[in-house]
């Protein structure tokens, strides 16, 4: 029983965490539009800011560790498509820090990128979900 309830956590962490990194790259595109100190800016600082704190940052933390204590439970760390997946998981937690930057330079006014540089990488989490959970759903090794 122990083991569905983590499962359950962990999928809505995951959900979380995912709504999240895909929100944010979204909320990057319509503040490259906003002029630096202005009121809609300034909005959007509060909204990266809020949205990373309250929603992204505490649902990756309860992913990594549901998720490792679900593998261990299941005696997942022999298999070869767990070590993909952390593979893959380690890469979006990456860029889940490199969004954190991303963040700052838009609080402190200091963006360096434009739209279509930001509707780009908003993919990049959505493949790699993908292929996450073409991993765990399909465990091909």
Partial sequence: MLFLWLKSFHIIAVIAWMAGMLYLPRLFVYHCDAEPGSKQSETF????????????????????ILGLWLAWEAGFF???????????????????GWFVRLTRDFAHDRNRHSQRFY????EVPTVLMVLIVLLVVLKPF
């Fill in 45 to 64: 600082k509060v909204m990266e800011r809020r949205l990373l704190k309250a929603i992204i940052n505490p649902a990756m933390i309860a992913t990594w």
């Fill in 78 to 96: 022999k298999s070869g498509w767990l070590h993909w997946k952390l593979l893959l998981v380690l890469v979006l937690s990456g860029i889940h």
């Fill in 119 to 122: 509707r780009i990488i908003n």
